[in-house]
């Protein structure tokens, strides 16, 4: 029997679903980088990024992304990093921003 | 040498007459044993002394110190002050204390009770303590309220804009301090809502990276400060403090929870500066000594479990309250109960050694 | 030629092996030239350039003076094993003209000349090439003597760490040990048996194989004399020895004008050279500062170059201190090779930074200083403070560049390979300094201090402030009264080995109170850290690196750690037990003189605070 539709199911791609794997993609920079793993979220690389004055870019918020696998998105916002290291500098948990942005940036379609 | 021609006759002896030295002495002395507090100023009271009043209740801090010196007179506790110990020396199964070069006493049973340090907030000088007058520490404020201390805005100021910065120098592994402080979440919203009830215009923002409220009627007080006090929390780190306006700050930080930045000007700069270890211990041959901690340097470590008080590795050495981290002081009375009665099960296990 | 001369063979088929060899690499290499060859390099070739050239072969690849001024006893070994080499070489080459009385000859006959002509005419010139060629062997066997207590005890030599070969390098330093003697021995035998030779190889034969049960010895010894030169030169374009001759072409090509590329091309043009001219002489294996916790220098990075497997992680944790650099013999681009082999892994990373505003320049009134204090120096507000307060003391007017915001100036990105991607900044800031009436530029970071002086192509010239304080100073316009302040300083990497600046610095520490001499500083000093090179390295990682720092700058007696580097003092700040500061917040409230009393008293007073 088929299942009645009553119209009010979770919009698919609204909702991030934890329990389809990771893409291989986020799984690479994670490892290649594994201090990725330790962020917290704290918002202290974004409170002191340098392209942050003049652009969207929230080092903590490609962390999250990554995660939930938007991997355009975060390459398309890891090219506007200056790589200065002033994150990196006051991160509380020692994540190497430097890298991960370089891998994360990698991860955008190729420049035409 | 006769180990019990040197066991002198159930002597205690505790470092540091803060609230941890003070309650473990008074339980000590109660259950009948000889107890003797060191402590390197010449004051009983630790940091409490400088506190104003108590969270979660308010209680005035100078009234629970009072009741506790009380207490630790009326059992006529001796007391050393003004000595310092910086070194133990194993001598059969106890211990002799040492000032540099003085010998300061023998005892059966040493208990560590000599709390802990603030962390030195210019280490990060973006923040501009030490460079800028409006930039001050959790214990300044606490000065402030104790009037020992003037507030850093002038008087005409009925609309203070104020700024708490929570962990700083606190789960921070660039500092060497990866704990949690875990009571100057509940602190800083205990010194906001003092703000804002002296000065009821007041703006106060806390900015926090986790709000843990763990103690019993701490979540009851941060409700309170939101719906009651207005105190604002934002969910972000700081960047750095600059000159502002006039005698303000220009502050800038990221909200976490709205994804952008921010930037506002302050009248006064809240640092919670958080709890780091105050000594390193360290042990050579048959000597322990108390050292300036080293940077990474950890709390004194002990046993766990059903001997959170024994010094690990080392017998007859116990410690107690704040030395071994981060406690409330509700944590460091029940904590000294807990001691007292370990170290008692030690010095009745010598005793029938001695017996046998 | 009497005597059967097929022993000769091994030696002759490994030569021309290595000949052949060696010639189809380096045209490999060179392949871009040939198809576009360079009118500079042309007209570089015939002039004093291949002089110049030669003179460098000379001082360097046979007198290994660079070594020698390092260390002694290396130099000494190198020196011995590559002269006498030369030596015997160019002096069997006469050797065999002054007796046959013809120059040229195959190749075998000057390398085996003893076993051919064991009686050779005497006369005082016929001795002198005797004992000339002797004179080379000893040198060459004591080089050979060095090298092997080198393995055994590195600390007899003077170093802590020697490279650690692979299996081909291994099988061809046998070889190589093994030519030496045998040629010893088999030269001894031949005048044991034959009478005549030098003081070594005649007296060593006189003593020991004159003994006519030997006899049968002679040609089996020959035999192995040229195997193990032929095999030698069999593995030798295979090998690290691949040095000795890819160091002297080298030599020309830089001479000839050749710069190294930007890109990693391992196998092209004059990087191909520089990866091959390494001698693993070890030399960037003690300098550098994390020595005792990774295998990542030099020597291992250019060998995993040339093997093309594993350089990616070695080049993404060195920290680009520049100590290797400036201690290579041979002066090879080391920062220029990491830079380019970060650029590769990260050759997807391409930089959009479209969305910075644009500049539009303004006329402002003139002004002694532009000051810009970069990223890292929103960090250290103190350290601004100060120097604007320094400023005003020395009656200079100033304009502060990226107070409200600032744009990173480029050598972040430099440092990690791409370079390229940073020319929008470059620009912005750029169009920034230009639109201002300035007599100079001065930064608090020698970061940004590099990238101005070597990318920017400024008219205005651009000082660190430690610079402009110290022509300050001198210019009596900072006055300063020597106190009781003790000082050690950390020399920033970037500002040291990489801008050469270690005396300003010191000359203004020294005028308010005592510098501490360190066990490792100006050219030697340790890095923080905290470099900006170092890719992945881990946060504990860098700890430990900033702890060995630490020491070193935590001497007894050292009041404060001053640096003069917002990077390097936020880093050593957080973990020191003394104070850290910047170079001008000491000189803005130390050793202040009398009639400045009263500011003295200002600023003590801040300080208490
Ligand atoms: C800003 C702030 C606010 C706080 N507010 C509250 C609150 O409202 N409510 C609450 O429950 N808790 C509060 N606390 C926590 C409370 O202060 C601690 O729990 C308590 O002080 C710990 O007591 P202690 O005796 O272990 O250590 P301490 O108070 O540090 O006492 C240690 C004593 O040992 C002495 N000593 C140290 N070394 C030696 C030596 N070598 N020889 C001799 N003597 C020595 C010291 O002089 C000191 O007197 C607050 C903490 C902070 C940081
Ligand atoms: S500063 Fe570090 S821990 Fe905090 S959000 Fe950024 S990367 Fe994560
Ligand atoms: S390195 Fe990139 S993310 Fe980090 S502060 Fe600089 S610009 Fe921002
Ligand atoms: S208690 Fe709160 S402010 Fe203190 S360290 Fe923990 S999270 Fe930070
Ligand atoms: S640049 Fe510095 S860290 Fe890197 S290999 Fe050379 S000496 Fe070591």
Redesign the interface.
Known sequence: MPKPDFGFAFAPNRALDLSAPLLPEVQVVLE??P?IRACMACGQCAA?C??G???PLAFYRLVLQLRGGDVAAVG?RA????????CQ??CPR?V?I??AV?LM??L?P??P | MNASEYLPKDEVAIIGGGPAGMQTALALSERGFSVRIYEQKEQLGGHLKGWHHLFPHGVAASDLLGQLKEQVLARAVPLHLGQSVDRLQKVGAGWVLWQGERPLGRAGVVVLANGFALFDA??K??Y?Y??Y?SVLTAADLEAVFRKEQPWPFGSDRMAPQVGFVHCVGSRD????SPHCSKLCCVTAVKQAMAVKSLFPEAQVYCFYMDLRMHGLEYEELYRKAQVDYGVRFIRGRL????PGQGKRLHVKAEDTLQGRPLHLQLDMLVLMSGMVPAFLLEQQERAVFLK?P???SGFVPVQGLLAAGSVVQQEGLFASGACKGPATLPEVFADAAAVAREVEQYLKSLKAVAHA | MEKSAWFVWPFMLGFMFALVVLLLRYLWWLRSLWRRPSSRLLSRMFSKHSLLAVREIFSEGLLHLRIYKRNRRLGFMHMSLALGWFMMIVGGKFETWFHSGQFLHGTWYAVFFRYFEPQTAGGWAGTFWLHYMDLGLLLVLTGLALAIMKRIRKRILGIHSSTRHTLVNRVALTFLWMIFPLRLVAEALTFGQHGGGGFLTGSLGRCCFSSGMLAGLELPLWWAYSLSLGAFFVVLPFSRYLHIPTEMALIFLRHWGLRAAEDLQPEKALQAFEIHACSACGLCLDVCPAIKDHPFQSAYFLRALRSGKGWESLA?TCLSCGACEEACPINLGLEKLRTAARGKI?E??????S???TVAPVETSRVDVLLFTG??G?????TT?ALKDLFEEAGLTWVHLDEQ????CGR??SL?G?AGEASA?REHNRNLIQGQQARMLVTTCPICLKQFRDDYGLELPVYHHSEMLWYCLRAGRLKREKGTACFSYHDPCELGRKSACYQAPRELLQSCGTLLPLEREQADALCCG?S?GA??????ER?ALT?RTLKVLEVSGAQSIVTSCP?CQ??L?????L?VRDLAEVLAVTGLPEQHGQRTAALAA??E?
């Open positions: 290649t980088e201090s002191v340098t392209a004055a003049f652009t398309e090219r506007h990093c200056m790589l200065c290291g002033k500098m006051t020692g190497n430097r890298n370089l940036a990698a955008a190729p420049k | 210019r280490r000088e973006e501009g030490g460079l007058p592994l660039k500092c060497g960047s750095e403090a600059a300036e080293v940077f990474g | 993404s990260h997807k990373h391409h930089a959009v930074y969305y910075l505003p990223c890292m929103r960090l250290k507000p103190a403070k915001e600032s744009i990173c972040p990105l990690a791409r900044l905290n900006l890719l992945s390295l881990s946060l504990s700890q702890s990077l936020h880093n700040a957080r973990q020191s037990r104070p801040v300080q605070l």
